[in-house]
């Protein structure tokens, strides 16, 4: 089979889902049914109470930068004497873990060394998921005891052990298990960082606070409620000794650091971003991910070199690798004229990983996301108020459709060499990155990016996402 047949369908797809979005953003098209009471959506039966208005943040602490940050191993308190502790994150199921914070010495008093490292090195098997936003990752805190070596998870991930027959489940712990009895704010903060609960600003108690109460410790921060763009809820979270908790507070935040885009091919291990709610910040904010999209372009040449690809194919990605250079440029101009500035991220290291582990990222960076990047760039060249904004992303937008073509013969190309159960799963991973797309479209962006950068609103953006989902699964 050829593999440049798949951008004239992708082509033909975005035409067809522009029409159709601009029909329903102008109210030409059926609207979606309301919820049969206020605050509930369709399925989910009535509606829920109003989340709790938060106090002002005086009398809270603000948290230590190196709670949330660097430090997280020195604050995990234990009642047993641990060798080392090592707070860590795994990206993808094949991806090897990247280093948080650790404390102590690995395998310091095991009587065979040699074997203590190597149960280190596998101990992330099996990959469970601990948090899911536009990726799920594993958050996890290894730990070494003389010959012992185990894996401390979130308590609600155990859970996915009874899907994975032949783990030996004595090496993976509950993690309210090695903190508790937490007693005191900064064990509290590490407690509910770790365990998806809660992010923070470290120095600023509005949104990275702690104080202590009758059942335990009231932690002020912030959970995300939505993965694409992303948005926040203010939370008081209550952590008692036993490592149980309770929402005691809760409401939206409007301001909180984030990211709205939902562009481009992001690689393995990309660093967070600073904030873009300001316009001026959404743009420098995706300048930063264009620019690692050449890393991420980068990589996959060199994959598909090592895995045999065809010819065409490596060659579409050193040229994709090559127009994303080009777009950091433009877009980076763009964020400068609206009163933004770039910021060159740093490039992420990788070792090898798997056919399957490739499949899987191509499938939900290049199949979905960067298929719904080339979809979003087209609207905005159709729609932005700024005239630069249309020109630019006029040309920007028709380089991603190729990408995203690209993305869809190397689909195509590697599912041929998967197994059956594997197919299985880069299929499910597509479903829910799509999910994750139609969970953003309802959020909706601020009215100047709308009328400045061309983003589509609400309604047009339900149907962007809704259409290219179902034309591209026939």
Known sequence: MSHDTFEPVLRRTIRHALLAAALASAGCASKKPAPSEPGAAPGEGPAKEAPTALEPASGWQAIACDVINEGQAGWIKTGTAYDFVS????????GRPTVASEAGEACAGASEAAACASSLETIHA?????????ICIEKSVVTTRGDEVRRWVPDAALS?????????????????????????????????NLSSLLVGRCGEAQHGGWRAVEQGFELRGLRMTNPCPITYDEVVLLVKPDGSTEVVAQKAAPDAPGTGACIGRRPEGLAPGGSMVRLADYLSGCARLEAASVFAFERMKDELERFDAPGPLIEAAERARVDEVRHAAQVAFLAGRHGGSFEQPERPTWGERSLEA??????????????????????????????VVRHLMAGISDDEVRHASLAWNVHRWVMGRLDAAARARVRSAMDAAFDELEAGAEVGEPSDKIAVLGLPDVAASRVLVATLRERLAA
Do not use: M
């Open 126 to 134: 099996p990959f469970l998921r601990t948090e899911c936003g536009q």
């Open 160 to 192: 996915q052990l009874a899907k994975e027959p032949g783990v030996a489940e004595a090496a993976v712990s509950p993690l309210s298990e090695l903190v508790a009895p937490i007693a005191s704010g900064e064990e509290a903060w590490v407690y509910a």
């Open 87 to 94: 707070v860590r994150t795994v990206h993808t199921p094949e």
């Open 358 to 387: 490739f499949a899987l990222e191509n499938a939900v960076e290049g199949c979905v996301r960067e298929t719904f990047g080339a979809l979003l760039g087209c609207w905005q060249a159709e729609h932005a108020g700024d005239e």
